[in-house]
């Protein structure tokens, strides 16, 4: 069974800085995708950025980042120019890319971000 | 565009009284999902539904059943609450293997 873990439960970053929150997995497949999903304390879970496995190329959105590390199983996450509103829970997930095994996402346990005016 | 729908938002309960939660998506996706959310665990999958008809156990199960009734409609029933199940809960569906999860708003459940 693949698991996603977050080591840090809680960090914090002064307002305009840059932020890196870590995520690590275990799986045996070659083929997945994995997310980092936000969730602000109205408790509606946003996706931040989706990274598929088989391209080597990190993703970007606009301020958000990853660093995808496959051979390490490691899928960081870089937010630039902190904001206020990127104060919020920050989940990291994995999705099997194979029949019978993509229903299945599983989510880490989560890293809070305090963001510092 | 409403997106996944699910109710009620907040609900309380007292130990042994049975409720369902509804959740409808308006986004034509085959994948639904009934996750629980408790602090420090993250989100845990109790129940899924890979397309009409079929549903399948995940990471916690029990306790917990779930009814497919159309593509549209997942819904997640506590037959006997019990304080454990204490939680936030969260509907999603997804469009194939690629697709990112789409959630709803959240149901707070407490029971007593």
Not at chain 1, 75 to 104: T, V
Not at chain 2, 33 to 45: A, I, K, N, T, V
Request: proline content about 4%; glycine content about 6%.
């Amino acid at each position: 069974a693949q698991t996603v873990t977050q080591s840090q439960p809680e960090m914090s970053v002064q307002e305009a800085e840059t932020v890196t929150l870590s995520c690590t997995y275990d799986t045996s497949e070659s083929d997945y995708y994995l997310f980092w999903y936000k969730q602000p304390p109205s408790r509606q879970m946003i996706l931040v950025i989706r990274q598929e496995a088989y391209k080597q190329q990190n993703a970007t959105e606009n301020r958000f980042s990853v660093n995808f590390q496959k051979a390490a199983k490691s899928f960081s996450l870089k937010i630039s120019d902190s904001q206020l509103g990127d104060a919020a829970m920050y989940f990291c997930a994995y999705r099997s890319a194979y029949s019978g095994g993509y229903q299945k996402v599983t989510f880490g346990t989560g890293t809070k971000l305090q963001v510092i005016p | 565009n409403a997106g996944v729908t699910q109710t009620p938002k907040f609900q309380v309960l007292k130990t042994g009284q049975s409720m369902t939660l509804q959740c409808a998506q308006d986004m034509n996706h085959n994948s639904m999902y009934w996750y629980r959310q408790d602090p420090g665990m993250g989100l845990r999958l109790i129940y899924y539904s890979a397309s009409e008809g079929t549903t399948d156990k995940g990471e916690v199960p029990n306790g917990y059943n779930v009814s497919r009734l159309n593509k549209r409609e997942f819904s997640l029933r506590l037959e006997s609450a019990a304080p454990s199940q204490t939680s936030v809960y969260f509907c999603a569906s997804s469009q194939g293997p690629s697709g990112e999860l789409f959630f709803g708003e959240g149901s707070r459940l407490t029971v007593l």
